[in-house]
C-alpha cells in the first residue's frame, strides 16, 4: 500500500509544512473531509511586517463554522481582504531581494474571488511546489479516517499554537530582523521572497 503525508490544505503555509513535504519525499494527501477548526493556518498565514509579526486572516462566510468539511467551506468577500493582504504582503516584502521576481504569481491570488478555500489554498500550494522546484503529487482524501500513521499525519501539529513538528529552524535573511530579530516558520513567502531559488536549499 502506498504510503502518503496527510496533510491541511493551509493558506500561504508555514516554512515547516515545506520541510516536511520536502524530507518525506511521498505523495500528498490534502484533507478535505475534516470538519474546519478555527483558528489555524486553513485560514491565517503569518509575514514579517515592519512591527513584527503579522497575520493575515482570510474571512470565512458566516454559519459554515461549526461542523462544516473542508472542502465546503466558502470564503467571504464581504470585506475587501485580498487588496488589504496583497498591499500588507507589498509593505512587507517590497524591499526584499526577490519580491519583484514572483510579484506576478502572487498578484493573481488577490485579484479574482475564489469560492472556496479549499481550492484557494490548494491553487496555491501548486503554485508554491513549483516555484520551490519540489515535486510531489497532490491529491485530496476521498474519507476522512483517523488512523494514519502518526509519522505521515501532520493535520493537528502543523498549528499556530503548536510547537513546530520539523524541528527547530535556522536563521536565515529577513528584512527586519535588525528591528525584532529572526522570526522562525511564518508563511513560506518570507523565505521566497528574500531567498528565492535558494529557498529549496534551506528546506
Same mark, same amino acid.
Given at each position: 500500500?502506498?504510503?502518503?503525508?496527510?496533510?491541511?490544505?493551509?493558506?500561504?503555509?508555514?516554512?515547516?509544512?515545506?520541510?516536511?513535504?520536502?524530507?518525506?519525499?511521498?505523495?500528498?494527501?490534502l484533507?478535505?473531509?475534516?470538519?474546519?477548526?478555527?483558528?489555524?493556518?486553513?485560514?491565517?498565514?503569518?509575514?514579517?511586517?515592519a512591527?513584527?509579526?503579522?497575520?493575515?486572516?482570510?474571512p470565512?462566510?458566516?454559519?459554515?463554522?461549526?461542523?462544516t468539511?473542508?472542502?465546503?467551506?466558502?470564503?467571504?468577500?464581504?470585506?475587501?481582504?485580498?487588496?488589504?493582504?496583497?498591499?500588507?504582503i507589498?509593505?512587507?516584502?517590497?524591499?526584499?531581494?526577490?519580491?519583484?521576481?514572483?510579484?506576478?504569481?502572487?498578484?493573481?491570488?488577490?485579484?479574482?474571488?475564489?469560492?472556496?478555500?479549499?481550492?484557494?489554498?490548494?491553487?496555491?500550494?501548486?503554485?508554491? !511546489?513549483?516555484? /520551490?522546484? @519540489?515535486?510531489?503529487?497532490?491529491?485530496?482524501t476521498?474519507?476522512?479516517? %483517523? &488512523? #494514519?500513521?502518526?509519522?505521515?499525519?501532520?493535520?493537528?501539529?502543523?498549528?499556530?499554537?503548536?510547537?513546530?513538528?520539523?524541528?527547530?529552524?535556522?536563521?536565515?535573511?529577513?528584512?527586519?530582523?535588525?528591528?525584532?530579530?529572526? !522570526?522562525?516558520? /511564518?508563511? @513560506?513567502?518570507?523565505?521566497?521572497?528574500?531567498?528565492?531559488?535558494?529557498? %529549496? &536549499? #534551506?528546506?
Amino acid at each position: 500500500m502506498e504510503r502518503h503525508l496527510i496533510l491541511p490544505a493551509l493558506y500561504l503555509p508555514p516554512i515547516a509544512y515545506f520541510r516536511i513535504i520536502h524530507a518525506a519525499a511521498l505523495p500528498v494527501l490534502l484533507e478535505q473531509h475534516e470538519h474546519y477548526p478555527k483558528q489555524t493556518y486553513r485560514n491565517r498565514a503569518s509575514i514579517y511586517g515592519a512591527n513584527g509579526i503579522l497575520d493575515l486572516i482570510i474571512p470565512i462566510k458566516k454559519g459554515q463554522l461549526f461542523h462544516t468539511k473542508m472542502q465546503d467551506v466558502q470564503i467571504s468577500y464581504e470585506s475587501d481582504w485580498q487588496r488589504l493582504h496583497w498591499m500588507s504582503i507589498q509593505t512587507a516584502y517590497r524591499s526584499s531581494a526577490y519580491f519583484e521576481y514572483y510579484e506576478d504569481d502572487f498578484a493573481q491570488f488577490y485579484e479574482k474571488p475564489y469560492e472556496s478555500l479549499l481550492a484557494y489554498n490548494k491553487a496555491q500550494l501548486t503554485l508554491l !511546489l513549483k516555484l /520551490l522546484r @519540489i515535486e510531489a503529487e497532490i491529491r485530496y482524501t476521498e474519507s476522512y479516517r %483517523k &488512523d #494514519y500513521a502518526a509519522d505521515v499525519d501532520f493535520r493537528q501539529t502543523i498549528h499556530p499554537k503548536k510547537p513546530s513538528p520539523a524541528g527547530p529552524a535556522k536563521p536565515y535573511y529577513q528584512v527586519f530582523a535588525s528591528k525584532h530579530g529572526f !522570526l522562525p516558520d /511564518l508563511s @513560506i513567502v518570507d523565505l521566497l521572497f528574500n531567498h528565492g531559488p535558494q529557498s %529549496k &536549499d #534551506y528546506l
